[in-house]
């Protein structure tokens, strides 16, 4: 089995930080691509950032500047830094790896159960 685990959720006024960290763990061969994604109510789901296997980041029009994307291949871990937060960033934020795991000869999608973040005014 291989679970996402997201921390680091919770809630901050507007113009402030939060990094969200997550977690993949079990049977994986490897890793390609990782990234953040976020639902609002009533929204779709939406790209925030992703990140490749060399550390290439792509961002959201409306977090670029502000949203840093990292990750440590090591501990198959990926982040994001989030600055200068505001209303509209108020979501369930999603962590997605695409990964082949052991004994499969293919790549698809996980997906973390998600934390909440919360920006007042």
């Known amino acids: 089995q291989v679970q996402l685990v997201e921390t680091g959720g919770g809630l901050v006024q507007a113009g402030g930080s939060l990094r969200l960290s997550c977690a993949a763990s079990g049977s994986i061969f490897s890793i390609n691509a990782m990234g953040w994604y976020r639902q609002a109510p009533g929204k779709q789901r939406e790209l925030v950032a992703t990140i490749t296997s060399g550390g290439s980041g792509n961002y959201a029009d409306s977090v670029k500047g502000r949203f840093t994307i990292s990750r440590d291949t090591a501990k198959n871990t990926v982040y994001v830094q989030m600055n200068d937060l505001k209303p509209e960033d108020t979501a369930v934020y999603y962590c997605?790896?695409?990964?082949?795991?052991?004994?499969?000869?293919?790549?698809?999608?996980?997906w973390g159960q998600g934390t909440q973040v919360t920006v007042s005014s």
């Open positions: 997605n790896a695409y990964l082949r795991r052991s004994g499969s000869s293919y790549y698809i999608n996980y």
